[in-house]
């Protein structure tokens, strides 16, 4: 019975897709779960899987093409078996049992091994072939990591590794920019076009942070299974914040001022497709603990390409951690309907002047970008010191303060 393979339903705020890579030649045997394909978005890459063991038997929309919500992307056989190797189950048949069975050689048919995205881009940056790659994925897919050690394996046994580029050599590369890169681009140039937006900033104390974190650190790693570590302080003292200034957790729909009764918090993480934003829902009723462990699983789903369209859905208020990378100061842009965004920066001794003498203290810059038509000077800066507050004494979380 043939079915029609579908590109999966996008929610609204994802328009259409693009077909990144099909795994299965057309007319290529699959397994149940086996990847078909992959879908890029403007937030996500889609992997499209078999319904059943069958043939791919048609590809209707091929690599680079877009497509919409539902549209129909091939066609499948379940049960089917390929003609080839229906061919070569006849042929073993019609062997004389006495005579030795010969060497099966390799078929020029058999499909190569898939290639997730990540391990694709950085296969093609370094003029490399699939070929010679064991890959540890599902179905034996090749992922980034079977790159990375292949080029340490090449560079190791000095091994034909991309040469140099010679001196004075004016080389170009020209590649098409990824949907995401594309949206993310158009988003941030939205951002600065479309909104008022204004960033204050003030500085945080890490001192008392620091010495709670190193007091408990074993305990809550021995309990929680998780390492204790700065964000999720950040997130609380933000969705407190939040709670006290409300026009900061509000967007602008149109010409009327939509307000969130709840604290759906977006964390910037760096990916090797670019900057993506999945978000902690309903982040007041999550502990440190909880946040903690689904902000190191939003981490690794990133660089292993598995952040679903719902991971990055929706969200009121986005926190950026630049200091991760360094960065000491920055004015971060806004997030889109969103109206203000955290930028958290490196933690740094710096002397500071505290009851008239100069002490070494760690300090962190901390950034609030606004947008000025619904939050007012006073607000954003107010909601910046009330963030403040929670960083230097941790335990006005626990006395509501």
Same mark, same amino acid.
């Given at each position: 019975?043939?079915?029609?393979?579908?590109?999966?339903?996008?929610?609204?705020?994802?328009?259409?897709?693009?077909?990144?890579?099909?795994?299965?030649?057309?007319?290529?045997?699959?397994?149940?779960?086996?990847?078909?394909?992959?879908?890029e978005t403007d937030k996500v890459v889609i992997e499209v899987v078999a319904?059943?063991?069958?043939?791919?038997?048609?590809?209707?929309? @091929? $690599?680079?093409?877009?497509? #919409?919500?539902?549209? *129909?992307?091939?066609?499948?056989?379940?049960?089917? =078996? %390929? !003609?080839?190797?229906?061919?070569?189950?006849?042929?073993?048949?019609?062997?004389?049992?006495?005579?030795?069975?010969?060497?099966?050689?390799?078929?020029?048919?058999?499909?190569?091994?898939?290639?997730?995205?990540?391990?694709?881009?950085?296969?093609?940056?370094?003029?490399?072939?699939?070929?010679?790659?064991?890959?540890?994925?599902?179905?034996?897919?090749?992922?980034?990591?079977?790159?990375?050690?292949?080029?340490?394996?090449?560079?190791?046994?000095?091994?034909?590794?991309?040469?140099? @580029? $010679?001196?004075?050599?004016? #080389?170009?590369?020209? *590649?098409?920019?990824?949907?995401?890169?594309?949206? =993310? %681009? !158009?988003?941030?140039?939205?951002?600065?076009?479309?909104?008022?937006?204004?960033?204050?900033?003030?500085?945080?104390?890490?001192?008392?942070?620091?010495?709670?974190?190193?007091?408990?650190?074993?305990?809550?790693?021995?309990?929680?299974?998780?390492?204790?570590?700065?964000?999720?302080?950040?997130?609380?003292?933000?969705?407190?914040?939040?709670?006290?200034?409300?026009?900061?957790?509000?967007?602008?729909?149109?010409?009327?001022?939509?307000?969130?009764?709840?604290?759906?918090?977006?964390? @910037?993480?760096?990916?090797?497709?670019?900057?993506?934003?999945?978000?902690?829902?309903?982040?007041?009723?999550?502990?440190?603990?909880?946040?903690?462990?689904?902000?190191?699983?939003?981490?690794?789903?990133?660089?292993?390409?598995?952040?679903s369209i719902e991971d990055m859905t929706g969200g009121t208020f986005t926190i950026s951690n630049?200091?991760?990378?360094?960065?000491?100061?920055?004015?971060?842009?806004?997030?889109?309907?969103?109206?203000?965004?955290?930028?958290?920066?490196?933690?740094?001794?710096?002397?500071?002047?505290?009851?008239?003498?100069?002490?070494?203290?760690?300090?962190?810059?901390?950034?609030?970008?606004?947008?000025?038509?619904?939050?007012?000077?006073?607000?954003?800066?107010?909601?910046?010191?009330?963030?403040?507050?929670?960083?230097?004494?941790?335990?006005?979380?626990?006395?509501?303060?």
């Amino acid at each position: 019975m043939t079915t029609d393979i579908k590109a999966p339903a996008f929610p609204e705020s994802v328009q259409d897709g693009t077909i990144a890579e099909w795994h299965v030649a057309e007319g290529g045997s699959v397994k149940r779960d086996m990847p078909l394909v992959d879908i890029e978005t403007d937030k996500v890459v889609i992997e499209v899987v078999a319904p059943a063991d069958g043939v791919l038997t048609s590809i209707i929309k @091929a $690599s680079g093409d877009v497509v #919409e919500s539902n549209e *129909v992307i091939g066609a499948f056989e379940a049960g089917a =078996v %390929a !003609e080839v190797e229906a061919v070569a189950s006849e042929s073993v048949e019609e062997v004389d049992e006495a005579a030795p069975a010969p060497q099966a050689a390799p078929s020029a048919g058999t499909n190569a091994p898939s290639v997730n995205p990540a391990a694709k881009r950085l296969l093609e940056e370094n003029d490399l072939t699939s070929d010679g790659i064991a890959g540890s994925g599902k179905s034996g897919r090749i992922t980034k990591t079977d790159v990375v050690n292949h080029l340490d394996n090449l560079k190791n046994s000095g091994g034909s590794s991309p040469a140099p @580029a $010679s001196p004075g050599a004016r #080389e170009e590369k020209r *590649v098409p920019m990824s949907r995401l890169r594309a949206r =993310v %681009a !158009e988003r941030l140039l939205e951002a600065t076009q479309t909104t008022a937006m204004l960033t204050t900033f003030n500085e945080v104390d890490m001192t008392e942070l620091k010495r709670m974190r190193a007091q408990y650190r074993d305990a809550f790693e021995a309990r929680h299974e998780i390492r204790l570590g700065f964000m999720s302080f950040f997130v609380r003292a933000c969705v407190e914040a939040l709670k006290k200034f409300p026009a900061v957790n509000a967007s602008i729909d149109g010409s009327d001022i939509v307000y969130h009764g709840y604290q759906d918090i977006g964390v @910037a993480v760096s990916s090797d497709r670019g900057l993506v934003v999945p978000i902690l829902r309903e982040a007041d009723a999550m502990s440190l603990a909880d946040t903690e462990a689904k902000i190191r699983e939003f981490g690794t789903k990133a660089m292993d390409g598995k952040l679903s369209i719902e991971d990055m859905t929706g969200g009121t208020f986005t926190i950026s951690n630049g200091g991760v990378f360094g960065s000491l100061l920055s004015t971060p842009i806004l997030n889109p309907p969103q109206t203000a965004i955290l930028g958290m920066h490196t933690i740094q001794d710096r002397p500071v002047a505290i009851n008239g003498e100069v002490v070494i203290r760690p300090m962190m810059y901390l950034a609030l970008s606004y947008d000025h038509r619904l939050i007012d000077g006073k607000e954003a800066v107010q909601f910046l010191i009330a963030v403040k507050e929670v960083i230097e004494d941790p335990t006005r979380i626990l006395l509501n303060l």
